[in-house]
């Protein structure tokens, strides 16, 4: 049983460019979240996502970034316009769909952005 | 919305030793509260975790004490060995909603 997988792992973009990173959830698992850690911080909360569904997106930035999870493929998190405070880790988790245990993440390995 | 506060911030201790963190959360609704172990370069990982209807879970060398009516809990490693050496991380369940707020962590060093 295969773990959430992110990819790319390592992303380097200069200023202005965009950004994508993907997000496969454990097999059987519907909700994604996507957070932010800075260096030497905390995960911060970005957008939580079902299938073709927005659930709470009160951590993602107001302009350039974007997030989906559609019926087939990967979830999506984009980015444009990227500036270099965006340079961070990107952690993608998923949990199985309810009745579950609420709030159990299983997390991915995490993508990593420069923006030179 | 909710707000996790973690102390420590770094921690070093002896091998052998005893490492006591503790988080304080405001949301009294909150009702899961897990503990995440990173590794430096690696992905959170799940060590503990504790709801709000038991006081204290215990797995071997870790063990997770809450207090409800202080709003407090507390990751307690025994006999702490080289590997425990990581960042911590506590987190908690935003009452009505899915999310988890995670404090800022703590570094732990264990010396050989």
């Known amino acids: ?116 | 919305g909710e707000n996790v506060e973690q102390h420590p911030s770094t921690l070093s201790v002896q091998e052998g030793d005893s490492a006591v963190i503790k988080c304080t959360y405001s949301d009294s609704a909150s009702n899961y509260f897990p503990w995440y172990k990173q590794e430096l370069g690696k992905r959170p990982q799940l060590i503990i975790d504790i709801r709000s209807n038991v006081g204290e879970k215990k797995d071997q060398r870790i063990a997770v004490t809450l207090n409800k009516t202080a709003k407090h809990f507390s990751l307690h490693i025994t006999e702490t060995q080289p590997e425990d050496s990581a960042v911590y991380f506590c987190a908690v369940i935003q009452g009505g909603s899915e999310k988890l707020v995670f404090g800022k962590g703590t570094k732990l060093t264990v010396n050989p």
């Open chain 1, 1 to 116: 049983n295969a773990g959430v997988m992110q990819n790319p792992r390592h992303l380097v973009r200069r200023r202005g460019q965009e950004a994508r990173l993907r997000c496969s959830p454990m097999k059987g698992h519907s909700h994604v979240y996507w957070y932010r850690q800075l260096p030497e911080e905390g995960l911060k909360f970005m957008v939580y996502l079902q299938k073709e569904n927005i659930i709470d997106e009160s951590g993602m930035p107001k302009e350039r970034f974007s997030a989906e999870f559609p019926k087939e493929g990967p979830s999506i998190l984009r980015i444009q316009q990227v500036v270099r405070g965006d340079s961070a880790a990107y952690f993608c988790a998923s949990s199985p769909p309810g009745p579950r245990k609420t709030g159990e993440l299983f997390f991915g390995e995490g993508s990593r952005l420069t923006v030179l």
